[in-house]
């Protein structure tokens, strides 16, 4: 297939966040006595809704989480990531040798996602580009932020890729029709090829394998 549009995931393909946001996450949540490695954190809760995050934790302890629970961990990871959030490696000159369209697609709020590439020096790339599950209320493995972020840069599925690091952003972007390659970290590599995601490990090895 000729690739006329790369639609990316942010967090774990832009933005180096997965460990900042799961490490809080699972500190918070261990004060209520749950208990997960970070390992587990990843397979589970990336690219998820945070209700959905919540809601996990909920039934392992059997009860429900406070209702400042949310506020906290927003606070405490966005302070967080203003200060810890680096860019991918090899991010930058991938995207300087792209000649086609790209935009980034997330289940996180348009603030949060406009904060993390700030954070990484990349927001200049992305403006009026930045797509949120948040603006169609349909969250991943649904593929409608996929198929919404196509729409709106002008190109049919057939012409676009998707960037993913999470199963459930796999799943939303091989459920909506889309060529998804899945960013291995370490954690995720058998569950990305589990969804029928292309591996790659690198951003120079993603050059290799699109030719760009």
């Known amino acids: 297939m000729e690739v ?3 639609i990316f995931d942010c967090d774990g393909v832009l933005v180096d966040t997965e460990k900042i946001g799961n490490g809080i996450l699972l500190e918070m949540a261990a ?3 749950f208990e ?3 390992e587990d954190a990843y397979r589970n809760f990336n690219g998820r809704n945070l209700k959905d995050c919540f809601r996990h934790i909920e039934e392992a302890i059997d009860k429900k989480l406070p209702e400042t629970f949310e506020s906290e961990y927003r606070e405490r990871s966005f302070n967080a990531f203003k200060t810890e959030v ?3 490696e090899g991010v930058f000159d991938f995207i300087e040798k792209l000649k086609i369209p790209y935009c980034v697609a997330s289940s996180g709020p348009v603030e949060k996602i406009r904060l993390n590439l700030e954070a990484a020096g990349l927001l200049d790339k992305f403006e009026n580009k930045i797509f949120s599950s948040y603006q169609i209320n349909s969250w991943k493995p649904e593929p409608g932020i996929f198929l919404h972020a196509a729409s709106e840069m002008g190109f049919d599925v057939k012409d676009c890729i998707v960037l993913e690091d999470s199963k459930a952003g796999v799943k939303a972007g091989r459920s909506g029709g889309f060529k998804v390659y899945g960013f ?4 995720n590599n058998h569950d990305l090829e589990e969804e029928g995601a292309l591996i790659f490990h690198s951003y120079e090895e993603l050059s290799r394998m699109l030719k760009i």
Not at 184 to 187: C, I, L, P, V
């Open 4 to 6: 006329k549009c790369i």
């Open 31 to 33: 004060e209520y006595g």
């Open 36 to 38: 997960m490695e970070l």
């Open 86 to 88: 680096k860019p991918m």
């Open 184 to 187: 291995a970290n370490g954690f």
